[in-house]
């Protein structure tokens, strides 16, 4: 048995606790786990979802390999769908078959090499602790973590998108994790499980923000488009709502996803569908202002249409941030003169997050669910690890915002 540094510290602080309080420990102490699922051991076996071909998962297992001493063991508690999981279980665009998915994960530390001490931002670790991870670190001196504005983390390696190996333990889709030594992990003890699992999705929105405002248009009470109620649009709102903008019209073709939005903070909708063509489109989001065309735009959709449309929305010398191609969505048709040249629009794209964003995220989850926004309503649909096809099915049939793996074993 293998009983490590920090499983003794917790031992002791057990019996400290036993001592000091005069009552019995709640729980008898536990073997190697560590786990708080009352049920001790760690299994010599886990349980992943495998892709195996297009739009088939398998439920496999495969022995628990020996950690290295840099090596971090996570029990799965759960892991978001994202859009990229359902592209890549259509049609493996990035060529990774067989492969465990997701990269929205979560999970408990159950056992760690003996020089994991501290997360990447040098919060100590312990076994116990809930973590995430962002990315498999690359020697990029370009991704680092206290720079600012250093480069995106896109096209970094990250768990849920490695192809199959020896190891099998690669993605969020599983019971247990094998995180590697040169991974950024993040102590996220402090958050509960749903604020962990849309930990990832709100870093995009993070991001984005964060790049809106390198425009110097972003302010308080400047008036603001968000096109597109998706998760993404959604979080949006709750981003710019928890930094205190106030004045957000939201766009959408579907009223359920503008009442939520509403929920979210913005203050006014505007439902596509009853308009016809894009002047009377424009008029209305004008009216929504009390007769003004915005000073800054959010494009949330993956539709190109959607993207030649918002520049009638900003007001000259208006600013737009374009996030909603995460993956090519085909071209867009702009006027240059008309719809950037003559009204002198200042646009910034936005992909991903930096390490910084991610970390920033996790207090952008604290304020959110401080002043009730209802963030973790996001998540509508939850499903086991022998549910995956039904989960990815569900995301691509567009039912709900945003679905979730969750480990029932917890
Ligand atoms: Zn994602």
Redesign the pocket.
């Known amino acids: 048995m293998n009983i490590n540094e920090n499983e003794v510290a917790r031992l002791v602080q057990q019996v400290l606790q036993e001592m000091t309080s005069g009552a019995p420990a709640q729980t008898a102490p536990k073997k190697q786990c560590g786990c708080s699922c009352g049920k001790g051991e760690i299994p010599k076996t886990a349980r992943v979802a495998m892709m195996t071909e297009l739009k088939k998962f398998e439920v496999q297992e495969y022995p628990i390999p020996e950690l290295g001493d840099d090596d971090i063991l996570v029990k799965v508690e759960g892991c978001g769908v994202?859009g990229?999981d359902a592209h890549e279980y259509k049609n493996d665009p990035f060529s990774l078959i067989p492969v465990v998915l997701g990269?929205?994960g979560t999970g408990e530390i159950v056992k760690m090499g003996k020089n994991v001490k501290v997360d990447s931002a040098g919060k100590p670790l312990n076994l116990g602790d809930k973590v995430v991870t962002c990315m498999i670190f690359k020697d990029n001196p370009d991704i680092t973590m206290f720079d600012l504005n250093k480069q995106n983390v896109g096209g970094a390696d990250v768990y849920g998108l490695l192809p199959d190996d020896d190891v099998h333990l690669n993605g969020w889709y599983s019971d247990y994790i094998l995180i590697r030594g040169g991974s950024t992990v993040f102590n996220v003890s402090d958050l509960d499980l749903d604020s962990r699992i849309l930990i990832?999705?709100c870093a995009v929105l993070v991001h984005a923000v964060e790049r809106a405002k390198t425009t110097n248009i972003l302010r308080f009470n400047s008036r603001v488009v968000v096109q597109g109620c998706g998760p993404i649009g959604l979080i949006c709102i709750a981003v710019l709502r928890t930094m205190g903008v106030e004045n957000i019209v939201a766009v959408d073709g579907n009223e359920q996803r503008l009442e939520f939005a509403k929920r979210m903070g913005a203050n006014n909708t505007v439902n596509f569908m009853n308009y016809k063509g894009i002047d009377a489109l424009t008029e209305a989001v004008k009216e929504a202002f009390g007769g003004y065309l915005c000073d800054f735009a959010f494009q949330c959709t993956g539709s190109p249409v959607a993207h030649s449309n918002i520049y009638k929305f900003i007001r000259n010398g208006g600013g737009l941030c374009e996030l909603g191609f995460f993956i090519n969505g085909g071209d867009a048709t702009i006027n240059p003169h008309f719809d950037l040249c003559s009204k002198e629009i200042t646009l910034v794209g936005s992909w991903v997050y930096t390490l910084r964003d991610y970390a920033t995220t996790f207090d952008f989850l604290k304020r959110a669910n401080a002043i009730g926004l209802p963030i973790k309503e996001l998540i509508t649909h939850r499903f086991g690890l022998d549910e995956m096809n039904e989960a990815l099915e569900t995301n691509l049939a567009q039912k709900g915002l945003k679905i979730a793996y969750i480990n029932k074993d917890f």
């Open positions: 994202c990229t990269h929205e990832e999705p």
